[in-house]
């Protein structure tokens, strides 16, 4: 007997109520799936919304905040222009100075060099005074209690601290200082320069001499490495206080567990920079300053380092001033180098039969690193860095004065007998900086 085609589309196993309903539009609320795609887009829209939301208001924020931040004052930030080093600090200059979304309060003295405060200085002290030469790490990009200079000038106030350190400055300068201080009849007892990672660079590619004299101009032009990405974050980091913070907090975390690469826009990977990246990898001697190390390449800036060196040696035993060296690791050491790197090595040797003493931080950095769990392998850089930057934080500066410290109690600095030099021995050697400008026969 034939089954009714109601009966047949009951054996398939159908309800009579779909039978009855059978060739009616569903609504959305009878299928699962197109219930389940509506809350996704109702979902992602509310992400979306909140999302713009928020950074409109961030926005917003990050402008009445850095609107009501405050400037460097009536002074600027104390920065001159130098017809012999090209730019330096004003004398006698208060300011606060930003950095990284922090601020400090800044002085010099009557010498135009950073201070405690503001004040003149004579051209002798009955104390033993120690001339300091360098870039921004012994400048101290911090209040001046937390930077490792002013650390030690606590600890030793029986000395008297110059320090001279200008953002900026490598060999060329810390010569043109130290040669302005004894035109000048400043008188000082040891002269301690920090070396720093970037002067190889700043000496090949910044700073040339503009005559024989040892005069500086700089370079008229900076390339920067970047990409979108670095673009993105440099914008979110001026512009978007609260959704840096978000990112910032993954950074940290990637950056603790040992994913070194760290880029906020300022000119790469903090921890794979060109500046300091010559000791563990080749860097390009084609491209200009600050992407590579034209026109006198990686070689020819150590060379011009040495030089420049080699006439401040000079120009500090004809007054039996003795010479000091320090040098200290950027992240991209620790993270890339070791504790013997191109760097000591190269001023460890310059300094045999110069130097009154030699300090390496290096070896004091890898051990700060050696103590973080192998769960934190980059625990290291958060603890002891400023985050988003190459400098070190207050714990950083405690160790670079810890070291210093205990060197200068192993070498007191003593007051050196005063002494009147003859017109033929004060007499500067004629030609040879300008012998150095190109090293390699570029012009």
């Known amino acids: 007997m034939e089954r009714t085609d109601f009966e047949a589309k009951l054996g398939r196993g159908q309800t009579l109520s779909t039978v009855q309903t059978a060739g009616q539009v569903d609504s959305p609320s009878k299928h699962p799936g197109g219930q389940h795609e509506m809350k996704v887009l109702?979902?992602?829209?509310?992400l979306v919304i909140s999302?713009?939301?928020?950074?409109?208001?961030?926005?917003?924020y990050t402008a009445t905040i850095l609107g009501s931040a405050v400037s460097g004052g009536p002074?600027?930030?104390?920065?001159?222009?130098?017809?012999?080093?090209?730019?330096?600090?004003?004398?006698n200059c208060s300011c606060i100075r930003p950095w990284l979304g922090n601020s400090y309060e800044f002085n010099t003295n009557s010498l135009g060099f950073r201070d405690e405060r503001v004040r003149d200085v004579p051209a002798t002290s009955a104390r033993p005074r120690v001339l300091i030469l360098g870039d921004s790490a012994p400048e101290g990009m911090t209040a001046w209690q937390d930077s490792f200079i002013g650390r030690v000038a606590a600890t030793f106030p029986q000395y008297e601290f110059l320090n001279s350190s200008v953002e900026g400055y490598s060999p060329s300068n810390y010569l043109n200082t130290a040669r302005k201080l004894i035109d000048d009849g400043i008188e000082f007892d040891e002269a301690i320069v920090f070396i720093d990672l970037s002067d190889a660079q700043d000496e090949a590619a910044f700073f040339h001499d503009v005559d024989s004299s040892g005069a500086?101009?700089?370079?008229?032009?900076?390339?920067?490495?970047?990409?979108?990405?670095?673009?993105?974050?440099?914008?979110?980091?001026?512009?978007?206080?609260?959704?840096?913070?978000?990112?910032?907090?993954?950074?940290?975390?990637?950056?603790?567990?040992?994913?070194?690469?760290?880029?906020?826009?300022?000119?790469?990977n903090e921890f794979d920079l060109e500046r300091s990246a010559w000791t563990y990898r080749k860097v390009s001697d084609s491209d200009p300053y600050e992407t590579g190390y034209a026109p006198l390449g990686l070689e020819g800036g150590i060379a011009r380092e040495k030089a420049k060196m080699d006439l401040l040696w000079q120009e500090l035993a004809k007054?039996?001033?003795?010479?000091?060296?320090?040098?200290?690791?950027?992240?991209?050491?620790?993270?890339?180098?070791?504790?013997?790197s191109r760097q000591v090595r190269i001023w460890r040797e310059w300094c045999d039969g110069k130097c009154r003493r030699f300090i390496t931080l290096f070896s004091a950095f890898f051990a700060v690193k050696e103590q973080c769990p192998r769960t934190q392998p980059g625990?290291?850089?958060?603890?002891?860095?400023?985050?988003?930057?190459?400098?070190?934080?207050?714990?950083?500066?405690?160790?670079?004065?810890?070291?210093?410290?205990?060197?200068?109690?192993?070498?007191?600095?003593?007051?050196?007998?005063?002494?009147v030099s003859s017109p033929d021995s004060a007499e500067r050697p004629k030609g040879s900086v300008r012998s150095m400008e190109h090293p390699h026969g570029e012009s």
């Open 42 to 46: 109702l979902f992602l829209a509310s």
């Open 75 to 91: 002074h600027g930030f104390c920065f001159a222009r130098d017809p012999v080093r090209s730019f330096a600090f004003q004398p």
């Open 51 to 60: 999302a713009a939301a928020f950074v409109t208001f961030d926005y917003f």
């Open 216 to 268: 500086v101009a700089t370079a008229k032009q900076k390339l920067t490495k970047g990409n979108w990405y670095s673009s993105l974050r440099r914008s979110i980091n001026d512009h978007l206080l609260l959704t840096n913070d978000v990112f910032e907090f993954f950074e940290r975390n990637l950056i603790r567990l040992g994913w070194y690469h760290l880029d906020l826009g300022h000119g790469g």
């Open 379 to 419: 625990c290291w850089y958060l603890s002891h860095f400023i985050f988003g930057d190459t400098h070190y934080n207050s714990a950083g500066d405690a160790i670079v004065a810890g070291v210093i410290d205990n060197s200068l109690a192993e070498k007191p600095v003593t007051k050196r007998p005063l002494q």
């Open 319 to 340: 007054r039996n001033i003795p010479i000091s060296v320090v040098v200290y690791p950027w992240p991209a050491q620790l993270a890339h180098d070791s504790a013997d």
